[in-house]
């Protein structure tokens, strides 16, 4: 006879936290949002840490390498997405790891052959005012000039004017050497009062571009999730089918976290994959998912997973459920696999964290996440509202909306992500294309999710997310109450009321 679970299954907005005492040491300034996203015996520290615990969705509408250098730089980690070509995921890697942090690769760059009207329509394109000149116009090539609004005056040269003939050489430039620490580069933009310090390798070849505004942001972002080079710490997504030849042209481009992505990844074929990983590799990471019960848990973490995903069904665009009728509420499959993964810490020293992923729609919902185990989250919806995020920004009536669409979707094509074997391919859709309302900045919307997310911790009388874990106490409410949580038998002012 099946199996039934006679109690249903819950999801965030089920629950509420009840608070604890708050000491005065329980400031938001003092909270820690700082947490393991790879597994670790008792007493060690992992390989990697969050800063904070918030990953970007293994999703083409979410998680490029502009997505992974923006989230890094607040602390989080980006996988970026794999259903795209093995080659071009890989560049997509390797162009988020050459950010160091401070140091950026140029990303406007002339020949001395160019005119001034190249300069000037490059500088509407992109916006940046500072050109690099180099032998061939690329970002690494042999640097024989800069342009700056210094060089020139629209008003008088003509627009036919030759690069060479008005870019500050080569030879007039002040340039730090290959190796140069991003607080030497800054000394020398201080003393010779530059904007930007461009970095040369002994071969006269541009390696970066340093500039005065990038090193205050780097001073006022201390949160910055980097490696030991200082590039930023970057995730790729990974399937089941072509990854013999996905991961060595990740690993080659610096990738530092790899994750499975598959709707349902209780299966063998994970397990093969997490299997070549950990015996071609030496010491790659990677995360499997997503699972929503013990079993599913117990299984990957057995086959080698350093980390596992949660959530079937529950992502804002998805309709895995509705199509296929697998799923699990988002809250119950997280609560089970919590407590297995603390019963396996108990019988084993080792701590495989989990990552909630998909359905956050308040970021209370974060918070709850936290409380009920997870280590860190993972958003697709939450992400695409933001510039940083790869698609269009749109008018849509009064509204400017992002483009935003499932792995799952005709729009995708992602179909292994849905595979379950056999030769068939993919026969139905799993997810919807979709627009989402746009927010603006990543950073300035996730500054205020932050505090937030801290202020509630205080308030449950924690500075730390293990702590939250141990001392929440959570609250089942009923439906009535949901409402009571909202505004209500009022009449909102913005309802346009007309005076007398
Ligand atoms: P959300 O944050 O609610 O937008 O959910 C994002 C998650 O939804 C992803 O991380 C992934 O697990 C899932 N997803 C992505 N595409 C689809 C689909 O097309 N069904 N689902």
Partial sequence: MAHFYMEPSRTFSEFLLVPNLTTKACNPANVSLKTPIVKYKRGEAPKYALNIPFSSAVMQAVSDDRMAVALARCGGISFIFGSQSVESQAEMVRKAKSYKAGFVVSRSNLTPDHTLKDVLELKERTGHSTVAI?????????????????????????QTKSVGDFMTPFSKLIYG?????????????????LNCLPVVSDEGNLEYLVFRKDYDEHKTNPTELLDANKSYIVGAGINTKDYTERVPALIEAGVDVLVIDSSDGYSEWQKDTIEYVKSNFDDVKIGAGNVVDREGFLYLVEAGADFIKIGIGGGSICITREQKGIGRGQASALIEVAAARDEYFEQTGIYVPICSDGGIVHDYHITLALAMGADFVMMGRYFARFDESPTRKLKVGNNFVKEFWGEGSNRARNWERYDTGGKAGLMFEEGVDSYVPYAGSLQENLGKTLHKIKSTMCNCGSITIPELQRNARITLVSATSIVEGGAHDVILKENNITGE
């Fill in 177 to 193: 050497k290959s190796g140069i620490t991003l607080s030497e580069a800054n000394d020398l933009i201080w003393d010779h009062k």
């Fill in 134 to 158: 180099t032998h061939d116009g690329s970002p690494k090539g042999k640097l024989l000039g800069i342009v700056t609004g210094r060089d020139y005056r629209v008003s008088r040269d003509a």
